[in-house]
């Protein structure tokens, strides 16, 4: 299986700041360690056109340049930097790395990624470009169209937050499906409006969490029939992370996982995903829950690589 990491570029953050930008590294050397027949490639750097596809040219000129308001990086929560512009491009680049082998092999990964804060002429919670929607438009052009049909893509998105950026870009697009479960009262506090939301309470564990998962899944499979699924498999529904605010176990979180790639596997959808949020006191649990992911895909990636002819 393939994965794509953009670990060469560190944020120069002040100390204190509450961005884990260590679990990357971590994660990397936990796959080398545990998993070493995942197969790591340094990402792609996304190109202005690239990006355009779900951004507007104001914001790219903006960020690339260093000329974008002290506001909007407020909003983004990172100081400006060359580094900065640089990992949120090779951020984009990894997703669209990871559609394009698992179009080809059945499952891949980008070890960071999963922005889905960004919309198309502004950033917020940490995203600058929205890696997700990039790699959808790109793999839309790049596929084509069978008669007047794009390829169909769903966004399956398990951060704890809700993706208000990535529901905002594909609002009025019928060929992408935005599915996103959230805490409903955790940030964004304005959220927008996805094709399928599901708001959980505080508190939420196990049970409650994998019925709403599975609820949402047949809703999806009712109304949408995507050739390509990119999957958020963010962390922080984990029940010590920081940010999180549901109650979810590590047995959880591997349940859910495991039940949206068997989703997958058994409809032949290929799936990218990308490891989004992560926030737990101690950065060795969120690794955890990330390498528990990618132990998950790793599983069914061979399933794919088995059914091959």
């Known amino acids: 299986m393939r994965a794509f990491y953009s670990g060469h570029y560190v944020l120069p953050l002040p100390p204190g700041h509450r961005f884990p930008m260590s679990r990357y590294a971590l994660l990397r050397e936990g796959l080398e360690r545990q998993q070493p027949q995942v197969r790591m490639f340094e990402a792609p750097r996304a190109s202005d056109g690239e990006l355009a596809l779900a951004h507007t040219p104001e914001w790219i000129a903006a960020i690339s340049d260093g000329s974008v308001s002290p506001q909007a990086m407020r909003e983004i929560g990172f100081p400006w930097s060359e580094a900065m512009v640089e990992r949120s491009?090779?951020?984009?680049g990894a997703t669209i790395a990871a559609c394009r082998a698992a179009l080809a092999e059945g499952i891949s990964a980008?070890?960071?990624?999963?922005?889905?804060?960004?919309?198309?002429?502004?950033?917020?919670?940490f995203c600058v470009f929205n890696d997700a929607a990039v790699a959808a438009r790109l793999m839309q052009a790049e596929r084509g169209r069978r008669g007047r049909i794009p390829l169909q893509v769903a966004v399956i998105d398990l951060d704890v937050h809700q993706g208000n950026g990535t529901a905002s870009i594909f609002r009025d697009d019928p060929s992408v499906f935005t599915l996103s479960i959230h805490g409903q009262k955790n940030f964004p506090f304005r959220k927008e409006v996805s094709d399928l939301d599901m708001e959980l309470p505080d508190?939420?564990?196990?049970?409650?969490?994998?019925?709403?998962?599975?609820?949402?899944?047949?809703?999806?499979?009712?109304?949408?029939?995507?050739?390509?699924?990119?999957?958020?498999?963010?962390?922080?529904?984990?029940?010590r992370d920081r940010l999180g605010r549901l109650k979810l176990s590590f047995d959880g979180l591997e349940?859910?996982?495991?039940?949206?790639?068997?989703?997958?596997?058994?409809?032949?959808?290929?799936?990218?995903f990308a490891m989004a949020g992560g926030y737990a006191a101690d950065i060795a649990e969120t690794v955890q829950v990330q390498l528990g992911t990618f132990r998950v895909g790793f599983e069914y990636w061979r399933r794919w690589q088995n059914a091959a002819p």
């Not at 491009?89 to 984009?92: E, G, L, N, Q």
């Not at 980008?110 to 919670?125: L, Q, R, V």
């Not at 019925?211 to 922080?236: C, K, Q, V, W």
């Not at 949206?260 to 409809?267: G, L, N, Q, T, Y």
């Open 110 to 125: 980008n070890m960071a990624g999963g922005t889905h804060h960004a919309s198309a002429g502004k950033g917020g919670g």
């Open 89 to 92: 491009r090779r951020s984009a």
């Open 255 to 272: 349940a859910r996982d495991r039940r949206v790639f068997d989703f997958a596997w058994r409809r032949r959808i290929p799936l990218a």
């Open 203 to 239: 508190g939420c564990g196990d049970a409650d969490y994998l019925s709403a998962l599975e609820i949402a899944l047949d809703e999806l499979e009712r109304r949408f029939t995507p050739g390509l699924i990119i999957y958020l498999a963010g962390a922080d529904p984990f029940e």
